[in-house]
């Protein structure tokens, strides 16, 4: 595929994500990655931007590998950082590339691009002679994950943490030689890592402080888990980070409940508790990315917005119906619309999700209506049944109407049937009557 000519095929191998001041650097690295037959996909600069927005969109979404060409004016680039967290939650294998040095780099990232990149080794070329020195370990470290993910299995990835419909890697460090200070961050990406493993840190979290015991306070376990790794965090992050490491165990991991019970805890770290010792700490900190990640795309204000709500339906992830939610209050009727037919996938095991989808059946706009109708006729939500009655009987616009009746013919209830074969009697009864 040629940048150029701004055509998009359904799927390419890397995909470039620059800002326009960096486009020289950007098109040499183009043709390097191409020479060594990868597909690789970047924005032209000349092409309309709402075209652009689109195909950044579906590009990001199909693509295996995202290059993200990081630079003083690219760092502080809200599209760049969307489409990074969009790539995130695509699951694409991620290759920062620096052109200035990290220390100047890292204090104009965003929090959750920063959170999301500080386990990630970067390429550096911002000295003469690095783009030479450097690209092929890059390039070889790109084919490498791509051969890793074609011989994966997609549904269940091992060494891979399994939580709220996605999969986290355990250690997703890329491979590059990063010694040199030359090419290699300014402070050690891995730093935390090693603290992690400090003599007296060595074997399991629950064992270390409550072993023996089925259940403890969730006071006391935050309170140890702090003492672990409360400092740690503030150092490789912020205080800020700290506390949402904190609120996200509290309220998404162990779902506000007020005892942690040693059963729910291992559920939580799976099998992972004799290879990673720090297994909780690690499950909790790719939480906290993903959830920052996530946040990022649903607030995100750019065309890439609409798109991207499509593909949400496939997590379960909690900041996922959270946003999709607050979109079925959004001010644009598409957003509405797209957003219950994510949130009935995203939310369909939440019983909450069939009163929000009833809420829009009195929505304003015919197209979120209908969304809706067809929404809860995919989630057989029976309790739903007189709500769509009502609209098949009474909307006024014949597609939300018909929408209505093959949601009762999917929900497929006695009580669904019966509405069903009153109203057809009924209407029977009154074409009868009507004057011929």
Known sequence: MMAASGSLQPVDDVVIAYAPADIHFVRRLADTIRSSKLSVWYSSPSTDPAVVGQQKSQAILGCKIF??????????????????ALAYISNSGIFPIGLSSFRDLSKKLGGGTQLMLA???????????????????????????????????????????????????????????LESDDCCADESVNELTKDLSAKGLSYDFWDRHFKGKSEVSFTDFRDAFLKDYG??????YSEDK????????????????????????DKVISNNRLADPHCFYHHLEEYAIAYLSLRE??????????????????????AIVSGLTEMLKDDDPNIRAVAAIALSKAGKDRRDTV???????????????????????????TRAVSHVVD????????????????ALNRMNTEDAKRCIHITEVLSSEMSALRPK
């Open 67 to 84: 290059v993200a060409v990081l630079s003083d004016s690219s760092a502080e680039d809200k599209q760049l950082n969307d489409e990074l």
């Open 119 to 177: 386990k990630i080794n970067w390429t550096f070329v911002f000295k003469e002679g690095h783009f030479e020195e450097n690209m092929p370990a890059l390039i070889n470290c790109i084919k490498q994950e791509m051969e890793r993910r074609e011989a994966s299995d997609q549904e269940f990835i091992p060494g891979a943490f399994h939580t709220h419909g996605m999969n986290f890697q355990m250690n997703f460090t890329h491979c590059l030689n």
């Open 231 to 236: 400092k740690k965090l503030v150092k490789a």
């Open 242 to 265: 700290k506390k949402l490491f904190v609120n996200l165990m509290y309220k998404d991991i162990f779902n506000l409940n007020k005892v942690v019970t040693r059963a729910g805890y």
């Open 297 to 318: 795309v649903i607030d995100m204000d750019s065309t890439l917005r609409i798109t991207t709500i499509q593909s949400l339906g496939k997590f379960t992830f909690p």
């Open 355 to 381: 009163d929000k989808l009833v809420s829009l059946l009195e929505d304003e706009d015919r197209l979120v209506r209908e969304s809706a109708l067809l929404s809860l006729g995919s989630l057989k939500a």
């Open 391 to 406: 609209r098949w009987r009474n909307d006024p616009i014949k597609n939300v109407r018909e929408a209505a009746e093959l």
